[in-house]
């Protein structure tokens, strides 16, 4: 049995320490409102993030980080992106030991264009910390709470480490891979939040499966391009944190960034829809951030940059879907169109 304290009580922050109860974990919930902690504490349950879970007594909350991770060896991240780093910064001080920094957020800081691990890394001095690992894959929350079957996914540099969160979170319910490329696993869990925004869009406007198919599609193929020149490996984007989490998030209701999507889709404002949800949408900011880098590293990414336009610059939707539609003519696969420009193959 480990001690684990989970920083961040949202949706998926609960669903997580659920897991590690069921495991017989000892597993401490911070959150940072002290209503929510008593309410988890008393009554087992977190209304507002997991409405008709009942949480096991294994879960004990707490609303100070100091007492939360006291005697805690690891430690599971799951602050939205935006966060991460206040977060990280009112945590550090209150590390005594060198901690795993396990972390299951999806995003890229626009300011700066860093993934999480990299925030982690930059926030946490090498002395607090063993190692960091990602845990990503296709998971929603909802569908986790009520153990119904989920795999995903966790990667560090340090296998021996991966395979310690691997044994920490598998269950018959929750079956969990280890894969090297951080990289990969990162950008695949970010950057499918962009393509479930476009999906939800695409159903809001009234398009059917063959649109979603498209964008599902060719959205991998963008998500693929900006990884690979990333330095990630490429066959991470056909595995579980790629085609898998990019299929769950645009085609499930459960998913807060299709959902936001759809109602875009329907006409509403970006503000509006925002404060409807109450919950993080990751792939407004993820959506801004990828524009920019993909720019930067001149990688062409066009479903990407219409939602961008859509999103900050007031583009009207079923024009950014008419835009996609007449592109100039190109091959599907890129390798194709290289081997010809070089003479290669016709
Ligand atoms: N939900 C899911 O199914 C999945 C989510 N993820 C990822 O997990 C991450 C967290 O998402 P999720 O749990 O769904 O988000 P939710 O919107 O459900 O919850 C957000 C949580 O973060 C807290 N929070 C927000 N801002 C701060 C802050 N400045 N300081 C401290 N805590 C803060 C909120 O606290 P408060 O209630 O007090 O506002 C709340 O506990 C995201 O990156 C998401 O992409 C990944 C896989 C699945
Ligand atoms: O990452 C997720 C599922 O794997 C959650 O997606 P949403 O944030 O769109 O709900």
């Given at each position: 049995m480990e001690k684990v304290a989970v920083i961040g009580a949202g949706s998926w922050g609960t669903a997580l320490a659920l897991v590690l109860a069921d495991n017989g974990h000892d597993v401490r919930l911070w959150g940072r409102r002290q209503e929510q902690i008593n309410e988890i504490n008393t009554i087992h349950t977190n209304e507002k993030y997991l409405p008709g879970v009942v949480l096991p007594a294994g879960i004990v909350g707490y609303n100070h980080l100091k007492e939360?991770?006291?005697?805690?060896?690891?430690?599971?991240?799951?602050?939205?992106?935006?966060?991460?780093?206040?977060?990280?910064?009112?945590?550090?001080?209150?590390?005594d030991e060198p901690v795993t920094l396990v972390?299951?957020?999806?995003?890229?800081?626009?300011?700066?264009?860093?993934?999480?691990?990299?925030?982690?890394?930059?926030?946490?001095?090498?002395?607090?910390?063993?190692?960091?690992?990602?845990?990503?894959?296709?998971?929603?929350?909802?569908?986790?709470?009520?153990?119904?079957?989920?795999?995903?996914t966790v990667s560090s540099s340090a296998i021996e480490e991966a395979e310690f969160v691997q044994d920490l979170f598998i269950n018959q319910n929750f079956r969990v891979y280890t894969n090297p490329d951080i990289v990969g696993v990162e950008l695949g869990g970010a950057l499918k939040n962009i393509i479930a925004l476009g999906a939800g869009m695409s159903d809001g406007l009234g398009y059917g499966d063959n649109a979603k198919a498209a964008l599902i599609t060719r959205g991998l193929a963008e998500i693929a391009r900006?990884?690979?020149?990333?330095?990630?490996?490429?066959?991470?984007?056909?595995?579980?944190?790629?085609?898998?989490?990019?299929?769950?998030?645009?085609?499930?209701?459960?998913?807060?960034?299709?959902?936001?999507?759809?109602?875009?889709?329907?006409?509403?404002?970006?503000?509006?829809?925002?404060?409807?949800m109450g919950m993080v949408v990751e792939g407004v900011r993820t959506t801004k951030a990828a524009y920019q880098l993909a720019k930067q590293e001149m990688v062409e990414m066009p479903i990407t940059s219409v939602l961008h336009d859509?999103?900050?610059?007031?583009?009207?939707?079923?024009?950014?879907?008419?835009?996609?539609?007449?592109?100039?003519?190109?091959?599907?696969?890129?390798?194709?169109s290289s081997l010809i420009s070089d003479g290669l193959a016709e």
């Amino acid at each position: 049995m480990e001690k684990v304290a989970v920083i961040g009580a949202g949706s998926w922050g609960t669903a997580l320490a659920l897991v590690l109860a069921d495991n017989g974990h000892d597993v401490r919930l911070w959150g940072r409102r002290q209503e929510q902690i008593n309410e988890i504490n008393t009554i087992h349950t977190n209304e507002k993030y997991l409405p008709g879970v009942v949480l096991p007594a294994g879960i004990v909350g707490y609303n100070h980080l100091k007492e939360a991770v006291e005697g805690v060896r690891t430690l599971l991240l799951v602050a939205p992106t935006k966060a991460m780093r206040e977060v990280l910064r009112d945590l550090v001080p209150v590390l005594d030991e060198p901690v795993t920094l396990v972390h299951a957020s999806k995003g890229i800081e626009p300011e700066t264009y860093k993934r999480v691990s990299e925030i982690i890394e930059e926030e946490v001095p090498a002395e607090k910390r063993r190692s960091i690992v990602v845990l990503s894959g296709p998971s929603h929350a909802e569908e986790v709470s009520l153990r119904q079957p989920t795999t995903v996914t966790v990667s560090s540099s340090a296998i021996e480490e991966a395979e310690f969160v691997q044994d920490l979170f598998i269950n018959q319910n929750f079956r969990v891979y280890t894969n090297p490329d951080i990289v990969g696993v990162e950008l695949g869990g970010a950057l499918k939040n962009i393509i479930a925004l476009g999906a939800g869009m695409s159903d809001g406007l009234g398009y059917g499966d063959n649109a979603k198919a498209a964008l599902i599609t060719r959205g991998l193929a963008e998500i693929a391009r900006l990884g690979t020149k990333m330095g990630a490996n490429p066959l991470t984007f056909s595995g579980l944190t790629g085609i898998g989490d990019l299929i769950v998030t645009c085609t499930s209701v459960h998913s807060r960034n299709w959902r936001a999507g759809n109602m875009l889709g329907k006409g509403e404002a970006l503000d509006d829809v925002l404060k409807k949800m109450g919950m993080v949408v990751e792939g407004v900011r993820t959506t801004k951030a990828a524009y920019q880098l993909a720019k930067q590293e001149m990688v062409e990414m066009p479903i990407t940059s219409v939602l961008h336009d859509v999103l900050f610059d007031g583009k009207d939707a079923k024009e950014a879907v008419d835009e996609l539609m007449k592109r100039s003519r190109t091959h599907e696969v890129e390798d194709v169109s290289s081997l010809i420009s070089d003479g290669l193959a016709e």
